[in-house]
């Protein structure tokens, strides 16, 4: 059984805490481009980031980047507790940016990942879950920026974690070690620098010696999706990068990107991201313009 404990909605942010009584992995591994954090207050989880899956138990922190390929599955005891945090770049980075000394598009390339914390961090962090949890509750006055605070708060706890800076952190968490595990990884990882010149499995089995129904079985096991899905999610990754900076057409990145049909490229784009690569790319150009917008709007005020 799942019970939302605890949900709440501002302007680009989206928190939630649920906890699972049973076994739940997420059906597929997705993308988005909102950043997230993600702490386990109980249980364990295993957890897949781009390539590699990490173990995660209590008082694990997880910092997903935008555009991160990501999922979690089940690791030992069924149940768990966990704590969610999905924001957009906007408003809060502006806001983030205001009070920090660090961007927070830097702070995520720089700091995401997956961290063990000791008794004193756990203390830290689940306070401030808590803070953040009482102020969505109250909704006394001004209580959208005392979110916004405490989520920043967090970001920079994450921060000095990664700078070994004295805030009760841990370390960060260990790759997976089992046999599947390690080899699974080194196969991602091969897809990952070669999603696009490869056109069968037959390729990835000769290469690491493997049969072809015991590949598709492990990696299953492993990532949770099967081998092709990676390729295509990879695939798609690298197309929204495209489609948002480069002046590439559709069909230019579809050959790019090994689809023999720009059709095919396209329902496998929409499968992964639910629209279109055209209204993808007006999507995104429409949110720098107001992220441009909303700077010189900073600027102006005296």
Known sequence: MNRVIFEGVLDGIVVDRIVRDENFSMPSMHIHPEYEIYYLLEGERYFFIEDKTYPINKGSLVLIDTMKIHKTSDYGRAAHDRFLIEFSSEPFATFFGAMCDIPLQSLFAGHSGVWELDEKGRRTVEGLIADIADEFRDQKPHYQTLVMMKIAELLLFAARIKTGGRFGAGEGA?????AKHTQIHGIAEFISNNYAVIKSLDEICERFYI???????????????TVQEYIHMRRVKKAQELLE??????SEISASLGYGTVTHFERMFRKHTETTPLKYRKKMRLIRQKVRERKEEELDRP
Do not use: A, P, Q, W
């Open 174 to 178: 260990s790759l997976s070690k089992t």
């Open 211 to 225: 049969n072809k129904c015991y590949l598709c079985r492990i990696f299953k096991e492993v990532t949770g999706s």
């Open 245 to 250: 900076n480069s002046v590439m057409s559709v």
